[in-house]
């Protein structure tokens, strides 16, 4: 059968072989099928769908397209961690050293910004010397070193990914289910942990945004861990405003800071300490023993020790006062008095993007010292001339008056109070039983 063949039987809304699927991947990363032959068979996949089997083949078959570097086989119990994207989303930084620091060793293959989105190596970019660019050798290095890893996708690693996702990305079909799947779990697999937690975000700042939504993808998800033998959990969380205050780079690493030292945001705080918390369930730990590790991590500076070392080992520098400050910052604030009822947090990422978190073109640099800070949520009371938020402006020529605009545009004042959406609807299965 050609390969036109199968793209029709999809288009019809048929099943495809596995073989199909292989020839599929195989074209994409040998590149033995022409860009519009894949551009087409990813639109019938949007459009058509896939059912769990033709899913988990496609997984299997863009795993197997790379290395794998299957690291519980050298490091026993080590745990990964997955966030599908948000704004203020600084939860990485702060998880892996602080699962660490309670003997749990850490490993994530991260990546960079994505449209409203800030990325974790962006984040960690702005520590001055951080090098993540790191093989399986190096990953296990890290580990034995300071007990967490935050390093990039090497081009060995998953290459039909980087293939189909750049074609995604110019086809429109990057919202697809079973393609969203197939990219996340193939580079999970092929760092390939013992467990993995999966922070599955629904909202206005979430790719998915309403609970239904995400609710499929995280089931989706987490059969695809559990049907080719990895431990997972999927959490559902709120993403319908920023989850922590900074949105950029290096604030944010200073805000992941905060909270490894017992302060910090409390909001940012509680989705991470429940994300350690069910990472350690999947580890085989009591929920009480779990939670108790945690709190003393975070006030006996064990947590930010583990920082330290991890940063340290990835060629960084853990001085804050090295970190890329704004050039200049302008206030926004409120032009009426009442009540935060909503936030466009889609919104308030591309303004952080467009001011130097984020990329214009793919090899434009970012301007580490930009970035907005968040000063109220849902739910608060503003008087008119409150500040709703801080615009910091680094080192790109940006137009602030317009951006100051699109950030106070994002808020929405009312007269009367509104309650924000639970912070953690919880997993997958309690989100089922509400």
Not at 18 to 43: C, I, K, Y
Not at 421 to 428: A, E, R, S, Y
């Amino acid at each position: 059968m050609s390969f036109a063949e199968a793209i029709a039987t999809k288009r019809d809304g048929g099943a495809l072989t596995h073989a199909q699927v292989a020839a599929f991947v195989r074209g994409a990363s040998e590149g033995t099928l022409p860009s519009e032959q894949l551009a087409a068979m990813l639109m019938a996949i949007c459009c058509r769908g896939m059912d769990a089997e033709e899913t988990r083949w496609l997984t299997e078959e863009m795993l197997h397209s790379g290395e794998v570097w299957e690291l519980k086989n050298d490091r026993p119990g080590v745990v990964d961690k997955h966030s599908t994207g948000g704004v203020g989303d600084t939860v990485s930084l702060i998880l892996a050293p602080l699962l660490a620091a309670v003997g749990v060793p850490t490993a994530m293959m991260a990546g960079r910004g994505l449209g409203h989105s800030q990325g974790t190596l962006d984040k960690l970019d702005a520590i001055p010397g951080f090098d993540s660019e790191r093989d399986h050798r190096e990953t296990l290095r890290l580990l034995d070193v300071s007990g967490a890893a935050i390093v990039a996708q090497t081009d060995d690693v998953a290459p039909a990914d980087r293939t189909l996702y750049a074609l995604r990305d110019v086809t429109a079909t990057v919202p697809s289910l079973p393609l969203i799947v197939a990219s996340i779990m193939s580079k999970k697999l092929a760092l390939g942990a013992e467990a993995l937690i999966l922070d599955v975000k629904w909202g206005r700042g979430a790719f998915r945004q309403t609970v239904e939504e995400a609710r499929e993808l995280a089931v989706a998800l987490r059969r695809v861990a559990r049907e080719m033998g990895m431990r997972a959990e999927a959490l559902i969380t709120d993403m319908n405003q920023p989850l922590g205050p900074a949105l950029g780079t290096a604030c944010e690493v200073r805000e992941a800071v905060e909270v490894l030292g017992g302060g910090g945001d409390s909001r940012l705080r509680e989705v991470t300490l429940r994300l350690c918390r069910e990472a350690l369930i999947l580890s085989d730990w009591e929920i009480q023993r779990a939670d108790a590790a945690l709190q003393d991590a975070l006030s006996d500076g064990s947590a930010m020790a583990c920082w330290v070392s991890m940063v340290e080992a990835e060629g960084g520098d853990p001085d804050l006062g090295r970190l890329a400050r704004p050039r200049r910052t302008r206030e926004v604030v409120a032009r009426d008095g009442g009540f935060v009822v909503g936030c466009a947090a889609d919104d308030l990422g591309r303004v952080a993007a467009a001011v130097g978190a984020g990329r214009r073109r793919v090899d434009e640099p970012l301007a580490h010292g930009a970035g907005i800070l968040v000063h109220v949520r849902v739910g608060d009371r503003v008087q008119a001339g409150q500040p709703l938020a801080t615009l910091q402006v680094g080192e790109r020529e940006v137009d602030e008056e317009m951006l100051a605009e699109r950030i106070l545009d994002a808020w929405e004042i009312g007269p009367e109070p509104s309650e924000p959406p639970p912070l953690i609807l919880g997993t997958v299965d309690q989100v089922r039983e509400n």
